[in-house]
Structure formats: structure tokens, C-alpha cells
């Protein structure tokens, strides 16, 4: 039951009923009683006011109380409705009731008496009844947004059971060439002073890089996880971030039969960043050229002003390109670069979302522009010193 003053539309076309029940009516609750004598005017009334209540008789001129009720539930009035009967009327008065009135009264002194308590208890159920479609509709979301999440956690379990599956199998091929390596050289079949023994030596040595790259991820992604990855950032020449990220990966580019080129354009200002994590994202996107680009292939570093105090890095290459629907997911932890045959799968699934996290550490965004047979673009922007 509101606390203000409450609205009733009162449809009767008797008026010394509209006198006797508006006197009730207001000398049982404090109310406003405004009276229609047609189901017409109640409708006009309707369509521009807003009441709290419809009492109406049902015997009217022309249309009945029915019809009101009939037309204000196809006009999704949502508003609750009395309805009024004279004696004998009773089940017309319970076909209103599966029409949806709230409650009905047989005409007389007793009735009228009653009718301000009868008021009352509707408005009550009728606010009880928003309360629950509330509750209800709440519920529905918040079961939808449980279903999403449970949803979402399934994929999740599913994606680290395949990232445990890939370390393992990414762990045990160093391992085993490790371990092979030093069984040759234990049973005497391989000598590292000859070039043969050399040779195995230098693949234990491309198997422990390879071991020291996974620890790092993983080292990355547990730090990332608690929020200890800390930056020391200092004021950094991109030229010199670019000059010795291609060095580390020459010698990669070139074993692979790739050409690895790059340019810097003249007069960028400086960035202030941590020239050590800011080089591990570059060599990254460079790493996962070379993998992805075939023999006699092309990979271009490009260093550039990208808009107003911004620094774009781009690393572009002329390899298979990624699957336009992998490309929303493409930086998503656990999610794993793939060939696009589909056959092969590189890596734990974290180097691009590690990428993303120290680039988003410093102010940054990160991107991909790719197509199947074309090649891809990788990129990130970082504020020029004293923009941030």
C-alpha cells in the first residue's frame, strides 16, 4: 500500500453509487477519486493519466467492465482492477477475475463498507506481485550470467588442460634431447672435442634455450597472476630497443632461410618504459614470424610515429597469416598459436598474453592485422616519453 495518497479511477454511471462508494472510499483511506461513467471516458481517462486503481461497475452503457478490463490488458496497462457486480452477477464477475481482475464486490451497503479494506489488500497484493516479477526477473539474469560463467569456466578448465597437456609435451622434447645428448656422451658414442660431438653439444645447448624460454613464460604468467611483475622503466631510444631485438633473432631468421629486415624512422622521440620487457615483446612477434613464415619468406620491423606522441613497433611478415576468427582471441591466455592447417600447434599459449600484459603496463595497446595466405601484422604503441 503506497504511503501517498493513492489514485482510484471509479467507473459507475450510477451517481449516487459515485457518491456513496467515493465518500467510502475516502473516509477509509487517504485517496483521490476520480469517476468515469462510460468504459469510453474510463479509457480516454486512462490513455493520459495514471491511476493507482480501476474500480469499475460492470453494468455500463455500451461496453461493460469486461471490455475495459478486456482492452487495459491489451493495451498493457499494467494497473489493478476491482470489479463491481449487482446481485446474480457473480460469475460474471469470476470471468473477470480469469481475465485478470484482482478482486470483485456484490453492490450493496455491506460492500461499500468493505471496499476501502478491499482497496487496500489490492494495492498491497498488486505491489507484492512487482516485487516478486523483480525478483524473478533478477533471478533469470543472474542465472543466465551463472550459466555464462560456469560456461565460461568450463572453457577455461578445458584450455588449461590442454596448456598443461602442451608444457608437458614442450618440456619433454628438450628434456629428452638433453637427455640423450649426455647418454651419447657417457657411453662414449659422441666426443666433444670432434666436430660431431660438437654438433651434439650445440643441440643440448638449443634444447636448454629452448627450456630457459618456457620457465621464463611461466615465470612471467605466475608474476602477471599476482600482480608482482614489476618495471624498471627508464627513458629508452626505440632505435636501440629495434637494433638489438633483430640481433637476437638473425641468426634464427637467417637458419631459417628468412630475410629479416627493419627500419626506424628518423627523430622519434624517446620512450620511457623497461628496455628489457619492451625488447622480450618485440622478439616475441619476431619469434612468431620466423615459426609462421616459410623459406625465402620476408619479415619487416618498422619503428614509426604512429599518431601524436605515440611509438608504434610492427613486425609484418609474409607467412600463412592467421584465421580471421582466431583473431579476437588471438592475445588470450592459454590460447595457442596454431598453424592455420591446423596440425600443429607452438608453444604454452602465453607469450601474446604476456605480451599484451607488459604492453598494457605501460600505457599501451596492442594489435593484429591478418589474413590467410597474406601474412600478419603485429604491432604495439607505446606514449612517447613524457605523454603517459
Known amino acids: 500500500m503506497p504511503d501517498r495518497s493513492v489514485k482510484i479511477l471509479l467507473v459507475e454511471d ?13 473516509n477509509g483511506l487517504s485517496c483521490e477519486v476520480e469517476s468515469a461513467n462510460s468504459a469510453e471516458e474510463a479509457l480516454s481517462k486512462l490513455s493520459s493519466t495514471v491511476f493507482d486503481i480501476i474500480v469499475s461497475d460492470y453494468n455500463l452503457p455500451e461496453k461493460s467492465g469486461l471490455d475495459i478490463l478486456r482492452e487495459i490488458k491489451e493495451k498493457n ?10 446481485a446474480g452477477d457473480e460469475k460474471i464477475a469470476v470471468s473477470a477475475m480469469h481475465e485478470g481482475a484482482y478482486d470483485y464486490l456484490v453492490k450493496d451497503e455491506q460492500s461499500f463498507k468493505i471496499l476501502p479494506r478491499i482497496v487496500k489488500d489490492t494495492l498491497s497484493r498488486f505491489e507484492w506481485s512487482k516485487v516478486k516479477e523483480r525478483l524473478e526477473a533478477e533471478i533469470r539474469e543472474k542465472n543466465i550470467a551463472l550459466e555464462e560463467a560456469n560456461r565460461e569456466l568450463r572453457k577455461l578448465d578445458e584450455l588449461k588442460s590442454e596448456f598443461v597437456a602442451s608444457v608437458t609435451h ?4 628438450p628434456l629428452n634431447s638433453i637427455s640423450e645428448v649426455f647418454s651419447m656422451i657417457m657411453e662414449g ?7 660431431q660431438g660438437k654438433r651434439v653439444l650445440h643441440a643440448a645447448e638449443n634444447s636448454l634455450e629452448r627450456l630457459t624460454v618456457l620457465i621464463d613464460d611461466l615465470l612471467d604468467f605466475s608474476r602477471l597472476e599476482a600482480g608482482k611483475l614489476r618495471l624498471n622503466k627508464a627513458s629508452c631510444e626505440p632505435k636501440a630497443i629495434v637494433t638489438e631485438a633483430v640481433g637476437t633473432m638473425e641468426a634464427l631468421a637467417r637458419k631459417s632461410g628468412i630475410s629479416l629486415n627493419y627500419s626506424v624512422a628518423p627523430d622519434l622521440p624517446k620512450i620511457y618504459a623497461d628496455r628489457s620487457r619492451i625488447i622480450q615483446v618485440l622478439t616475441n612477434l619476431i619469434d612468431n614470424a620466423i615459426k609462421f613464415t616459410p623459406q625465402k619468406g620476408k619479415i619487416d620491423i618498422r619503428v614509426e610515429l604512429a599518431d601524436h606522441r605515440k611509438i608504434q613497433f610492427s613486425v609484418s611478415d609474409t607467412g600463412k597469416g592467421v584465421p580471421e576468427v ?3 582471441r588471438i592475445f588470450q591466455r592459454f590460447e595457442q598459436v596454431k598453424d592455420p592447417s591446423g596440425t600443429k600447434t607452438i608453444g604454452t599459449g602465453l607469450g601474446l598474453s604476456i605480451c599484451k600484459d607488459i604492453v598494457k603496463m605501460h600505457q599501451g595497446n596492442i594489435g593484429v592485422e ?3 595466405g597474406k601474412g600478419s601484422k603485429f604491432y604495439f604503441v607505446l606514449p612517447a616519453y613524457g605523454s603517459e
Open 14 to 26: 450510477n451517481p449516487d453509487h459515485v457518491f456513496l462508494i467515493s465518500r467510502r472510499l475516502k
Open 77 to 86: 496497462l499494467d494497473v489493478p482492477f476491482i470489479m463491481l457486480t449487482g
Open 170 to 173: 614442450e618440456f619433454r622434447t
Open 189 to 195: 658414442v659422441a666426443d666433444p672435442k670432434t666436430e
Open 326 to 328: 582466431d583473431l579476437g
Open 370 to 372: 591478418s589474413s590467410l
